[in-house]
């Protein structure tokens, strides 16, 4: 029987969960307390002394079974999160749809869930509260409020995927599996716990999870828990922009950002994350369609995996050039300066956007920097060039430029030029100043700027996999 199946057959005895779990005892399993942050060893050892259940569960067990570095590690528990934070000098509760005690250890945090119980099965267009207080509300199907307390294995059964469901019982060092996480963590499956449709109608970000964690783990996504998935996409459009904010980072700043990319518009989720992007991409410009995104996103995995800072401000930058430059070459062929029709064009698209996902003040600020300094590349001239190079924001310019070239637009003497001239002792700068580069003109390329560059032997670029090392600094 799948775990599927034996949720659902569970879930009909009377809202009642009752089976036996794997134990999976500490000499046949690879966890070890040395790799676990010693900050999670401490809270959970002080739960258990105080005569509370403590395990480890979510990504820190998974990544540990795969003999990965897990990111964090999170604690569950039957303590209320009142008790939770009585044992503790430094804890406060935060969330509203979820209760959760952070616990301050030394410069760590580390969050501890009590155990939670699902209550199933709300139909579609029902709106109630389960329990007096409003511990559970859904609205639709969705989740709005999920506080009822449970045991363990209701706990287990709650979670979005099985190999999520695994955990380390610190009282005895083993592990504990009641959705045979297991067993799909062995074949490398992401599989919902109980019914793919009704889990994403609940949680629509569980999409998103389901697609992040198979480009994390190089896992398949089982065809029960995918099938749903090209259809359900516009699901994610009731998300607080918040939100999936937090979750856009989670997945192009992971360290998989290519991968992801790829399978976000395989199953048509990207589309309702980034209406314009996905549009620009669905067009094809001088007869291809445009690389920028993809060479983006693999840049920043080449970035992560260098362990070299990246923002979301160059992110954005990226995943919005196409549909920006869209805007605006015709307010561009209308007579406005590239400068103007780049903040113009920027305000449309940015506004549009941020209906969708929140991007803060503090990246979308230096993203349009990053955007309206790329006509000053063309401006070679000794000040105006000596002043660029001073900018705050020049590295980051300077490498989105970098990106516009490798992606195919005409601006490889630009960058070739830019690149010397960052080089060069102060005497060679004056005599490049001299010579100024051919094509400095090509920016954001009108139709009238292509088709001159379309005369010209065109560069496609190198295979997009390629990482280009582009900073974003
Ligand atoms: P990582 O931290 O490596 O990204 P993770 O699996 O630990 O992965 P978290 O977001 O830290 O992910 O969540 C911790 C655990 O909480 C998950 O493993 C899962 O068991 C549970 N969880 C998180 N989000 C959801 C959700 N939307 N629905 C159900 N369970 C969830
Ligand atoms: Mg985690």
């Keep these: 029987m799948n775990a599927q199946d034996s949720f659902n057959d569970r879930l009909k005895k009377a809202g009642k969960t009752i089976s036996t779990p794997r134990v999976i005892p500490r000499a046949e399993h690879s966890i070890s307390r040395t790799n676990i942050s010693d900050s999670a060893v401490k809270v959970l050892y002080r739960l258990k002394d105080a005569g509370y259940k403590a395990y480890l569960v979510g990504g820190g067990v998974r990544d540990m079974l795969l003999g990965r570095e897990p990111k964090d590690f999170d604690i569950a528990t039957d303590a209320h999160p009142e008790e939770v934070q009585e044992q503790f000098r430094s804890c406060h509760l935060i969330g509203r749809r979820f209760r959760l005690a952070h616990v301050r250890v030394g410069r760590d945090v580390v969050e501890v869930a009590t155990f939670r119980a699902n209550v199933p099965a709300v139909e579609e267009g029902e709106t109630r509260s389960v329990k007096k207080g409003e511990d559970r509300h859904t609205e639709n199907g969705r989740i709005m409020r999920d506080n009822v307390y449970g045991t363990l294995e209701e706990d287990a059964w709650r979670r979005d995927f099985t190999i999520n469901a695994l955990y380390y019982n610190i ?14 963590l062995k074949a490398g499956w992401i599989r919902l716990i109980g019914d793919p449709v009704q889990r994403y109608r609940e949680d629509p970000v569980r999409m998103l999870r389901a697609v992040r964690f198979a480009a994390k783990l190089g896992f398949r996504i089982h065809p029960d828990t995918e099938d749903p998935l090209f259809d359900l996409g516009y699901l994610l459009e009731d998300i607080p922009s918040a939100r999936l904010y937090e979750e856009v980072l989670k997945l192009f700043m992971g360290g998989c950002a290519l991968e992801t990319f790829e399978l976000l518009r395989h199953y048509r989720l990207f589309e309702h994350l980034f209406p314009q992007t996905e549009d620009d991409l669905a067009q ?60 113009e064009a920027g305000d449309v698209v940015v506004m549009r956007q941020v209906q969708r996902i929140a991007l803060p003040k503090r990246f979308s600020m230096p993203m349009r920097e990053i955007w309206t300094m790329q006509p000053r590349f063309t401006q070679i001239n000794g000040k105006r060039s000596l002043s660029l190079l001073m900018h705050p924001r020049f590295r980051a310019a300077y490498d989105f430029l970098l990106l516009r070239g490798e992606s195919g637009e005409d601006v490889q003497d630009l960058c070739e030029w830019w690149t010397k001239f960052q080089e060069v002792n102060p005497d060679e700068r004056q005599t490049l100043l001299r010579a100024p580069v051919a094509g400095a003109k090509a920016v954001i390329g009108s139709e009238a700027l292509a088709a001159t560059a379309a005369t010209k032997k065109r560069r496609r670029p190198r295979k997009r996999r390629k990482p280009a090392g582009a900073a974003t600094e």
Excluded at 177 to 183: F, K, N, V
């Design 284 to 343: 094809e410009r001088e007869g291809f369609p445009s690389e920028l995104v993809a060479r983006a996103l693999a840049n920043t995995d080449a970035r992560v995996a260098a362990g070299k800072p990246v923002t979301p401000a160059f992110l954005f930058a990226a995943l919005l050039w196409g549909p920006m430059r869209r805007q605006a070459e015709p307010l561009q062929a209308g007579g406005e300066s590239e400068t103007q029709a780049i903040q």
């Design 171 to 184: 009282a005895d060092f083993s592990v504990v599996d009641y959705t045979g996480g297991l067993e799909d």
